[in-house]
């Protein structure tokens, strides 16, 4: 039985969504950025060949696990780029706040 092109795209995408959450976990951002742009390249492409080919009710339903397993993947990614975002935000709070202590004394002292 050969599989049909929207099955071998969601594949594919749970695929790149997998190496995504392990770049996600390992604190690969370059990498994450990558697969993501391939991941919105696949959906683009994915859109027309998902509305013209008709699964039967085996495929749908394996369409259907892929699609959890991939929002699975995604929440995932979100939960780890979430803490990646707060920790980046707070090292920026402090640099931002050790400019402002710096022009305040050179400000006052001409430092």
């Known amino acids: 039985m050969s599989t049909s092109k929207p099955i071998q795209n969601y594949e594919l995408l749970s695929t ?5 959450r392990e770049a996600a976990i390992n604190g690969k951002w370059e990498q994450l950025i990558t697969l993501e742009q391939k991941c919105s390249d696949l959906v683009v492409k994915m859109k ?3 509305i013209e080919e008709v ?6 339903q394996h369409k ?4 959890s397993k991939i929002l699975s993947d995604d929440s995932d990614i979100r939960n780890h780029t979430q803490t990646w975002m707060i920790e980046l935000q ?8 050790s400019i ?3 022009q305040k004394l050179q400000d006052k002292y001409g430092v």
């Open 100 to 102: 402002r202590q710096g």
């Open 48 to 50: 027309q060949t998902d």
């Open 90 to 97: 707070t090292i920026t709070q402090s640099i931002n706040q």
């Open 55 to 60: 699964l039967d009710n085996d495929a749908r």
């Open 16 to 20: 790149l969504m997998e190496q995504m």
């Open 64 to 67: 259907t696990k892929l699609i």
